[in-house]
Nanobody, 126 residues
Framework: QVQLVESGGGSVQAGGSLRLSCAAF???????????RAWFRQAPGKEREGVAA????????YYADSVKGRFTISQDNAKNTVYLQMNSLKPEDTAMYYC????????????????WGQGTQVTVSS
């Protein structure tokens, strides 16, 4: 089992920034074998949307078009933690943000992810 714990959500005005963190806990083999991480978000009444993904074994990244140039996903393997730096936030970025871990391939297909965090709320006001 891998437990994912998100933090860093909150309320911010449009144009502001937030940094989300996702720490992994559990049997180290399971953490290393589920070395694709992603951030998803879900707004009320909408489907879960993939935002960004990273292959922690090499650092390759993927971004949804809606966040390219504004969001950056990064990793700290020593801490088994993945981050999502969110800049130039817009009201439409308001959602619950979830971290996920899986065995790949790189991307935001929810079927590829085996473990999910509980989520952290991001609210952007205009």
């Amino acid at each position: 089992q891998v437990q994912l714990v998100e933090s860093g959500g909150g309320s911010v005005q449009a144009g502001g920034s937030l940094r989300l963190s996702c720490a992994a806990f559990g049997y180290i083999y399971n953490i290393y074998s589920n070395n694709y991480r992603a951030w998803f978000r879900q707004a009320p009444g909408k489907e879960r949307e993939g935002v960004a993904a990273i292959y922690t074994g090499g650092g390759t990244t993927y971004y949804a078009d809606s966040v390219k140039g504004r969001f950056t996903i990064s990793q700290d393997n020593a801490k088994n933690t993945v981050y999502l730096q969110m800049n130039s936030l817009k009201p439409e970025d308001t959602a619950m943000y979830y971290c996920a871990a899986g065995r790949g391939p790189l991307g935001t297909d929810v079927r590829r992810y085996n473990y999910w965090g509980q989520g952290t709320q991001v609210t952007v006001s205009s």
